[in-house]
């Protein structure tokens, strides 16, 4: 009797450290997740240059499609881009709320914080993100949730507004007019 009491008791104390664990986990914002894991040092420090920590690591909830640091390397003149810019890449990595892998996989856009709409593919080779492959799902953060990706999203440019169009083509028909003379 006595032994199946040791036994039990043991059982608990591991399932109470397994849940301790998990909480502590948890607890963590995303940018401390990110930090001790060891994949992220460039994303960190790029949302550390780009003045976004505050936010990032603010209640949310957030998702971040985390680019490792094998994606950024990928990514030349990186350090060129200025603060503004980078800012803005970051930003579209990032979708407000926590969207689990199981939600990700219904959708076909993700809004994201910078404006833009991540799209979402799923094959039977798996889910990307804007043509980046997802590789490891629902780290979940105190703030939110993590997606690790293997390539850095870059915003598509901005179409032209319909006041720049007119002013060219005006300035075009002007050009066209000194040309005739």
Known sequence: MMKKALIALFIVSMLSMVTSAAEDDAAKTILETAAED?????????????????????????TVFAPTDEAFADVEGLDEIDNETLAEI???????????ASDVVNMTAIPTLQGGNLTVEVTDEGVTVDG??????DIVCSNGVIHVIDAVLIPPAEEPSMDIMETVEELIEEVQELVDV
């Open 38 to 62: 060891g994949n992220f040092n460039t994303l960190v420090g790029a949302v550390e240059d780009a003045g976004l920590t505050e936010a990032l690591s603010g209640e949310g909830p957030f």
């Open 132 to 137: 980046a492959n997802v590789t490891a799902t």
């Open 90 to 100: 970051l930003k579209y990595h990032v979708a407000a709320g926590a969207i689990m």
